[in-house]
């Protein structure tokens, strides 16, 4: 909401208080001021001037010379390029010396030889947005109306001089929407009365009923419709005030009927519309649900088809409005129009936001509707309109309005103690002071005892339980003079579980190996959720999906990281790795609530290494994920926990996958995607893992242990084993393990051999072990024992046989 500070005057006392205060107070009681705009901040030398010749440039097609009457008798010449400029127009005129908006300084100049005291103005070169500008005035200079002074500050003629508060308005706080809402709030705050229009039309001796009938079938959306007739109306350009207080309000002026029907819309917080009496076509209204497929012309000029779910005004038979939203174009106040037929209703705000909604249509009417206007200002606004029409547009007010009145609305009484009051607030105020408070607001009150009953005036929709008087009570009262007070009792130091401490590794973990966190939503698709899921379950549905791409909760994590991959590799980032910790969703039954298990994935593609400078790349591959899940177990002491067995599962390569295995028990998966979903994304060589992280974070530790530095040598041996093409490097290198005893430290594979050489159907494998005793030098008896030890549990456990 813009709130004019100039307007706002007129309605209330604001003497000594200046904007930027009045904004700080209003911030203070409850209503957040978002800025406050001085409309002439930094211009200045633009008066009011008088064109008295205007004429052709001797040498530009494009351009005028015109002499201009600045007022006491100062005439300069005026080179001017607008195609609107004339003879006897009262300007704009920014003078030699002056200053508009991007500190743009006006000095003399000679345009094709001819020389130029200054600039003729438009709208937008002063600071005026050019959407909100008269279309008459949208190309060109604005003409001020022929009484206007010549000479006076031509801001000032435009109310420039003013300042506008932004209002961030909360939803409960419609009532704010509205330039008397919003002087009743600052009267609150200032303690000082307000002065509230008083419309008093005069009216002639016939009556609107005889020329309009009223019938709404649709009474629970549209309890109240009042309709008034003005006939004779003259209409034009709105006076410059009118159009001003518009503009600075973000409203286009139109013509006066229009923009007085958006001045009441400001004003009074209540929607007008104007229709042409004589396009009606009949002399009735009818308000109903619109018929299934019927077809209205809005006055955008697009033709938009209905529901039984949306509101429309008819003239019996076919619709000329979407009621609290758009009138339509078959019945739109033109400048051939005499007779006006004015609208003022009350509808319900749910029907209302279903047709805006449906049609894109937010509009300055429908969004308060929507959040509820008051009903008690329906007939005061169409008499406050009634009463305009007559001074601006000449118009003759047929006495009396024809109606359909359903409404039932009384104002809501809420009662609360003094007590209550004191001990949410924390305060000792005495029961005078808080009818101070309903009074400042404009609320009865009674008092009985310890108990206030408030009588909440239908402006006030906001209030309606006891928690609603208090808050009112402790906002006015100041929330800065609220007493502060320290908690009483024991506190204790909140600290992070251990569950959090090592999630809290494992991020850092997956940074510090050069992994970016990803969040992505929970929600996803039915194609997606149960790919690469680690526990196989039906996916739980939502009851209302906002689209079929996020109907379902997640199973797995990777597919959402692989559209990360997609999305970065589209934008030419070629290298990508990525990380996420987070919630998949099982489903235990119809009943309960699916349960959540945070797992931790993983996605990289592209090269791991790049050094052009030494000719070096090193690309992603199985191992490079391994090392990063293996370095992981490791920072969790857990690497003695952890093993990989080959498997084959759906979305990944069949020769390049496994499951991780933590003590035995399967807890995730390691691989390269399948080529074929590869390149249904677009992606180049991807390897993913995920795992579950509850069980990895949950998994008993061994405590930290340190071994020192040996003081004795080691002894490696290097052994060829010639085994079945089947076999498994990890399985041998577990058996190696297991018979080395005490004196074997360490086990790497380091070749393979698969060449002409060998036998079909075989392999050579080798490997490196590294043998040493803490407390002696070993003697290559005591090598010789251990490594023979190991030889015979290969041949007898995996056929391996030493390569010749």
């Not at 010449?77 to 005129?93: D, L, M, S, T, Y």
């Not at 001003?244 to 001045?263: E, K, Q």
């Not at 009145?405 to 000792?428: E, H, Q």
């Not at 995920?690 to 998994?699: C, D, P, Q, T, V």
Request: with cysteine; charged share 25%; hydrophobic share 40%.
């Amino acid at each position: 909401m813009l709130v004019s500070y100039k307007w706002l005057q007129e309605y209330i006392d604001l003497e000594g208080v200046s904007a930027e205060e009045l904004a700080e107070k209003i911030t203070k009681s409850g209503i957040e001021v978002e800025g406050v705009e001085k409309l002439n901040e930094g211009l200045k030398g633009v008066v009011v001037g008088h064109v008295l010749e205007c004429e052709k440039h001797p040498n530009a097609e494009k351009l005028n010379k015109t002499l201009v009457d600045l007022g006491n008798g100062e005439q300069v010449q005026i080179i001017c390029g607008a195609p609107n400029v004339g003879k006897g127009q009262k300007v704009a005129v920014a003078t030699v010396g002056a200053v508009l908006p991007g500190n743009f300084k006006i000095k003399k100049a000679k345009l094709r030889g001819e020389e130029s005291h200054g600039m003729i103005c438009s709208l937008q070169e002063l600071g005026i947005e050019g959407k909100l500008a008269p279309k008459e005035y949208a190309e060109g200079i604005y003409n001020f109306t022929p009484d206007t002074e010549i000479g006076q500050d031509a801001l000032e003629a435009l109310n420039r001089d003013d300042e506008i508060l932004e209002l961030g308005l909360t939803p409960n706080r419609a009532d704010a929407m509205s330039m008397l809402g919003v002087a009743y709030e600052v009267g609150a705050i200032l303690g000082k009365d307000i002065k509230l229009p008083n419309p008093q039309p005069e009216t002639s001796t016939e009556l609107a009923s005889d020329y309009i009938n009223v019938t709404v079938e649709a009474k629970e959306d549209n309890p109240l419709y009042v309709a008034k007739v003005i006939k004779n109306v003259k209409v034009g350009p709105s006076p410059v005030w009118l159009q001003t207080r518009l503009m600075a309000a973000g409203i286009r002026p139109h013509n006066n009927v229009v923009d007085i029907t958006n001045f009441i819309l400001l004003e009074y917080g209540q929607p007008l519309h104007a229709f042409d009496y004589d396009k009606l076509g009949s002399k009735e209204i009818l308000v109903r649900r619109a018929k299934d497929g019927e077809v209205i012309e809005t006055l955008d000029d697009v033709k938009r088809t209905l529901t039984p779910d949306h509101l429309v005004i008819t003239n019996g038979t076919e619709p000329v409005a979407l009621a609290g939203v758009m009138g339509g174009a078959n019945s739109e106040v033109g400048s051939d129009t005499t007779t006006v037929l004015l609208e003022s209703a009350y509808f319900t705000g749910g029907v209302i936001r279903k047709a805006s909604k449906d049609h894109g249509l937010r509009s300055e009417a429908s969004s308060r509707y929507e959040k509820g206007v008051d009903p008690a200002r329906v007939r005061p606004a169409a008499e406050r309109a009634a009463e305009l029409m007559i001074e601006l547009a000449g118009g003759e007010v047929l006495g009396g309005e024809a109606e359909a009145d359903a409404l039932d609305v009384k104002p809501a009484v809420v009662s609360t103690t003094l007590g209550k009051i004191n001990k949410v607030l924390g305060t000792d105020l005495e029961m005078n002071q808080v009818e101070d408070i309903f009074a400042r607001l404009k609320f009865e009150t009674a008092v009985d005892n310890d108990t206030i009953t408030v009588t909440v005036p239908t402006r006030r929709g906001d209030i309606t339980i006891e928690e609603d008087l208090i808050e009112e009570v402790g906002r006015l009262y100041g929330y800065d003079n609220l007493p502060t007070t320290l908690p009483v009792g024991e506190s204790t130091p909140g600290h992070l579980s251990d569950y959090q401490k090592k999630r809290r590794v494992v991020r850092r973990y997956m940074e510090g190996a050069g992994l970016y966190q990803a969040v992505t939503y929970s929600l996803t698709s039915a194609e997606k959720a149960t790919q690469y899921a680690l526990d196989k379950r039906e996916p739980v549905q939502l009851a209302m999906p906002m689209s079929e791409d996020r109907s379902l909760l997640r199973l797995s994590i990777v597919p959402q990281l692989l559209e990360v991959l997609k999305y970065n590799i589209a934008r030419q980032t070629e290298s990508f790795a990525a990380y996420e910790t987070g919630a998949v969703f099982l489903k235990n039954s119809n009943e309960d609530l699916p349960e959540e298990r945070e797992h931790l994935a993983a996605a990289i593609t592209g090269l791991w290494e790049s050094h052009p400078w030494q000719g070096e790349k090193k690309p992603v591959d199985f191992f490079v994920l391994k090392g990063i899940v293996e370095g992981l177990f490791a920072k969790l002491g857990l690497e003695s926990q952890l093993d990989f067995a080959k498997a084959e599962l759906d979305g990944l390569h069949p020769g390049r996958t496994a499951e991780i295995l933590l003590n035995g028990n399967v807890i995730g998966f390691i691989g390269q995607v399948h080529p074929t979903q590869q390149k249904s994304l677009d992606l180049k060589e991807t390897y993913v893992f995920e795992l579950s992280l509850k069980a990895l974070l949950e998994a008993e530790t061994a405590p930290l242990q340190y071994t020192a530095i040996p003081r004795f040598p080691s002894i490696s041996r290097d052994i060829a084993l010639v085994v079945e093409k089947a076999t498994a490097a990890g399985d041998l290198e577990t058996i190696i393990t297991e018979a080395g005893g005490s004196l074997l430290k360490e086990v790497n594979v380091f070749d393979l051999y698969e060449g002409e050489k060998m036998e079909e159907g075989k392999k050579s494998l080798a490997f490196s072990l590294k043998y040493f005793d803490p407390e002696k030098t070993l003697t290559d008896e005591d090598i010789a024992k251990a490594h023979n030890k190991v030889l015979a549990a290969l041949e007898e456990k995996a056929g391996a046989v030493l390569r010749g």
